[in-house]
C-alpha cells in the first residue's frame, strides 16, 4: 500500500502491537545513496526514538518495525551523507489504529441470531429490488420501441 509518494507499508493500515515492513523509494534512493537510516519515534512527542539502518534493494530501501501501543508513527529518512527527507521540515506522520477485539463473544454475553436475520432479510429485499429496476430499466424502452421479441418454443 502506498501511503504517501515513495513510501510504501506491507499493510492497509498500520496496528498496535503489529510488525511493519516500510519500502522507500524517495530522493535518497533516486539520488543513489549508499546508506539510508529511517529516523523513528511515537507519539505527538516522538516516544521511544530510534535509528535503523534500512536493507538496499532494487525496488528501493526495506526495513521492518515492531509498533507499540501508541497514537501515531513518525519518521523521516537520511543518508550516510547526512542528507535528509523529512517531508518538508514536516516529517512522516501515520496514525497508529487499536486492536479490534468487538467481535469476540464472551462466555458471559449472549448470543442471538435475530439482528443477522432481520439483515438477511434486508439483504434478500435489497438484491430483489435491484433485480426488478435491472429488468424494468433493459425490457420497457425494448417494448416500447418495439424491439422486443419472445422466444417461441418448437414443439
Request: proline share 3%.
Amino acid at each position: 500500500m502506498e501511503l504517501v509518494k515513495n513510501i510504501f507499508f506491507n499493510t492497509d493500515k498500520l496496528v498496535e502491537n503489529t510488525t511493519v515492513k516500510i519500502s522507500y523509494t524517495g530522493i535518497l534512493f533516486q539520488n543513489n545513496a549508499e546508506e539510508v537510516y529511517i529516523h523513528y519515534g511515537f507519539g505527538m512527542n516522538w516516544n521511544g526514538t530510534c535509528e535503523k539502518q534500512m536493507e538496499k534493494t532494487e525496488l528501493g530501501f526495506q526495513v521492518e518495525i515492531d509498533l507499540p501501543e501508541d497514537e501515531t508513527f513518525n519518521f523521516c529518512f537520511k543518508d550516510n551523507n547526512d542528507n535528509w527527507d523529512n517531508n518538508n521540515c514536516e516529517n512522516y506522520i501515520f496514525p497508529i489504529e487499536k486492536v479490534q477485539n468487538t467481535l469476540v463473544v464472551t462466555e458471559q454475553e449472549e448470543f442471538s441470531l435475530t439482528p443477522s436475520r432481520r439483515l438477511r432479510k434486508s439483504y434478500i429485499w435489497s438484491k430483489k429490488i435491484r433485480l426488478a429496476v435491472y429488468k424494468i430499466i433493459t425490457y420497457i424502452p425494448k417494448l416500447i420501441s418495439g424491439n422486443y421479441k419472445r422466444k417461441i418454443k418448437n414443439v
